[in-house]
């Protein structure tokens, strides 16, 4: 009787452990590492060959630098994210903005976010901002004073825009706003500028003469104290993948009445519904991410922060040997579904028709 019971036990046990590993070996995706985790615990850059793969909300990048935490015409704000690197095109033109935007009276930049050391997805808010070519520029001027740390922190951006109207407030809009986005459309490495829907229409109001540079000024949801500057794809990048242009006009007709209809502002239908960097792991990512998530990094963040003139080259440090990205194209990997890539090249309205609002 003992025998019997003690052979029962053991099938028993035997066949809990082959059941505990096949329910182990039917979740493998669960137990992956999600991207945003581990390109987010970057501290610096990969110091290789500077290079952007991938799509802006769908990537990472190579051989990033910092713009510095104070120049003469701006300061970093919301410094402890790190968020402060770029493609060093993308700093060289935030620098350059500083400069001429200050000739045409605009006091100095506030900066907000950038990208991450590596980009790839970030832990909280953006879904572009990925390869290293998107930059935040706050529609407040910089003081007069040198902000504090702890003022970078906590200071709030001045709202641009009635929450209730969609419609600029007047009161704090003036010329040297619409002077501050003109010079920034104005430079050729800049595709698309995003702006509140009221932004764009009191520029589609107020702006006489030459209005070329109007078909880069494009609205999206939010950006109401700030707004988004996108360079394109730079030399050196095989794998960046380009967005689409932007129309020729100057998006002051159909598209832009359709953020003054009552759909755009419609409650989102799904609000719990994942965000894409809440699911993305290494395999939604181009194959060329890997090399640069395990790239060696510079000796220090100095060491690869943009000084303007020439652009710095990190120096690795000596002990590992940096990796050469792979020379193919990048394919896209696994692709998300599309009803969570929250954040897509911004589409040319024919028709208005309704779409999800992204989550940020």
């Not at 003992?2 to 995706?29: D, E, I, N």
């Not at 701006?74 to 001429?100: C, F, Q, T, Y």
């Not at 229409?201 to 988004?228: A, E, M, N, S």
Request: charged residues 20%.
């Amino acid at each position: 009787m003992k025998t019997v019971m003690r052979s029962s036990l053991g099938r028993k046990s035997l066949l809990a452990v082959m059941l505990g590993l096949l329910a182990f070996a039917a979740q493998p995706a669960a137990a992956e590492e999600r991207a945003k985790d581990l390109f987010g615990a970057k501290k610096l850059p990969a110091a290789i060959a500077s290079q952007s793969i991938g799509f802006y909300s769908k990537g990472c990048f190579a051989g990033g630098v910092a713009i510095p935490m104070d120049g003469p015409t701006w300061e970093v704000m919301r410094p402890s994210r790190n968020r402060r690197w770029g493609h060093p095109a993308m700093i060289a033109v935030i620098e350059k903005l500083s400069r001429d935007a200050a000739a045409d009276g605009w006091p100095g930049l506030l900066i907000g976010d950038i990208s991450q050391p590596r980009g790839g997805p970030m832990m909280t808010g953006h879904a572009s901002h990925q390869i290293g070519l998107d930059a935040d520029i706050w529609l407040t001027p910089m003081p007069s004073r040198p902000l504090s740390m702890a003022q970078r922190e906590g200071m709030s951006a001045t709202l641009m825009v009635d929450e209730k109207t969609h419609l600029v407030k007047d009161a704090l809009w003036t010329p040297a706003h619409t002077r501050l986005l003109q010079r920034a459309a104005g430079y050729p490495e800049v595709e698309r500028i995003l702006v509140n829907p009221g932004i764009k229409k009191k520029l589609c109001d107020t702006v006489k003469g030459d209005r070329d540079w109007l078909r880069k000024i494009r609205p999206f949801w939010g950006h109401d104290y700030h707004f988004h500057m996108r360079i394109g794809c730079q030399p050196g990048s095989p794998n960046c993948k380009a967005q689409e242009a932007t129309p020729a006009d100057d998006g002051c007709g159909k598209p832009l009445a359709w953020w003054f209809t009552q759909e755009p502002w419609r409650p989102n239908k799904n609000p719990d519904a994942p965000k894409a960097r809440d699911l993305m792991t290494m395999a939604n990512l181009p194959k060329e991410c890997r090399a640069v998530l395990d790239a060696p990094g510079p000796a220090s963040a100095e060491a690869a922060t943009y000084h303007g003139g020439s652009v710095p080259v990190a120096a690795a440090a000596p002990e590992p040997e940096a990796p050469s990205l792979p020379a193919t194209t990048a394919s896209g990997a696994a692709g998300l579904p599309t009803s969570v890539n929250a954040f897509t090249a911004t589409p040319e309205i024919g028709i208005p028709l309704p779409r999800p609002r992204p989550g940020n």
